[in-house]
């Protein structure tokens, strides 16, 4: 039997956190087993907010490392960068064509990114959902997943598939978004009604894949918390809410057993508890990290494995989007 394809990426934008982790990495590893999967390096989509060139090419590496050190295998899915591939630019200019500025201009990403801008935010970011339709559709994508976030983005992909196959034949497959029920939205430790973030100016608020035992136990430790002291995942209670969601992933543990664990208990030992699995788990990521970035020629070799077979899709599908709508 034909196994169903997903498509999923990241940006190099910033260190890769525990919410990137949780929403999206861990779902891809687990789906990769029966999926003919595509993982990507969304560089481009980087760019759409200014990144130091130096730095970025940097973390295309380190983003490459990381999804392999977290459990991505390269003999299982295909991994690339997608400026290597100019199908993904190629296809979004099309896909602009049949966009509207309103539909755009009501992504609740692109409001968020571009009022800190107060209008100086680039073409490139409200553009950035149209990139990310070319991204899935490419691939002739049945499932997406990814963190609560970019769900509207998959939405709008959907959208752009229907419009395009009842103007010009059906070309494009239509995605389906695919989320955890917990963990799709992990929050700031800091702020626990934002979501964590790479570029957030608080390195207090993330807990990055890469950061030492020392520094997670020191996040966890100052995490803001709720009024009172029970351990509960409640809607009045945001902040315990989001550590136990991180505890449970981290541990396999239900939230409800882990209730029950701490009834009674503080929100001190609690934090002592949820440091110990976080580090537990991070620990033999960031050992698989060294040892995997160290080797540039692998590297180099699984991206450009991935690159091919990813052309070899991606120009089929570019192919027949041309014919049906009469370039070239
Ligand atoms: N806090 C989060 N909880 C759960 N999932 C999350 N994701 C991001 N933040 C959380 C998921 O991670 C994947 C990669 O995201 P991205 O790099 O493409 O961009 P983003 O969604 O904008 O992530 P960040 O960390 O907030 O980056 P910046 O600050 O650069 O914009 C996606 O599947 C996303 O849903």
């Not at 999804?67 to 602009?96: E, M, R, T």
């Not at 968020?112 to 490419?138: E, R």
């Not at 351990?231 to 239900?254: C, M, Q, V, W």
Request: proline content about 3%; some cysteine; glycine content about 8%.
């Amino acid at each position: 039997m034909l196994q169903k394809r997903v498509f999923s990426g990241i940006q190099p934008s910033g260190n890769l956190h525990i919410g990137n982790y949780i929403g999206a990495i861990k779902q891809w590893v687990a789906i990769q087993q029966d999926h003919d999967c595509f993982f990507c390096i969304v560089d481009l989509h980087a760019i759409t907010v200014p990144q130091d060139p130096k730095i970025l090419s940097e973390k295309i590496k380190e983003l490459t490392a990381l999804y392999i050190a977290c459990g991505i295998d390269p003999k299982k899915s295909v991994i690339f960068v997608q400026s290597d591939n100019l199908d993904h630019p190629a296809l979004a200019w099309i896909l602009d064509c049949i966009s509207s500025m309103g539909q755009l201009s009501r992504m609740t990403q692109y409001k968020t990114k571009s009022g800190k801008t107060k209008g100086q935010s680039s073409v490139g970011l409200f553009n950035y959902p149209v990139l990310m339709a070319a991204d899935i559709l490419l691939y002739q994508t049945d499932e997406v997943p990814v963190g609560e976030d970019q769900k509207q983005h998959v939405e709008l992909a959907r959208d752009l598939a229907e419009k395009f196959n009842s103007r010009f034949g059906e070309i494009f497959k239509v995605p389906e978004v695919k989320m955890f029920k917990i963990g799709a939205r992990i929050m700031s430790l800091r702020d626990p009604s934002s979501k964590m973030s790479k570029s957030d100016k608080d390195a207090g608020g993330t807990i990055d894949l890469l950061d030492s035992a020392k520094d997670i136990v020191k996040k966890i430790k100052s995490a803001t918390t709720d009024s009172g002291k029970e351990i509960l995942f409640r809607p009045d209670k945001e902040a315990i809410s989001n550590l136990l969601t991180i505890y449970s992933h981290f541990s396999g543990t239900e939230i409800k057993k882990l209730e029950q664990k701490y009834q009674g208990k503080d929100y001190k030992k609690f934090k002592e508890g949820l440091a110990d699995v976080v580090t537990e788990g991070l620990e033999p990521i960031r050992k698989e990290y060294r040892r995997i970035r160290s080797d540039e020629t692998y590297l180099s070799k699984v991206l450009k494995d991935g690159l091919r077979k990813a052309e070899e899709i991606s120009g089929k599908t570019l192919e027949e989007v041309y014919k049906a709508v009469g370039l070239g």
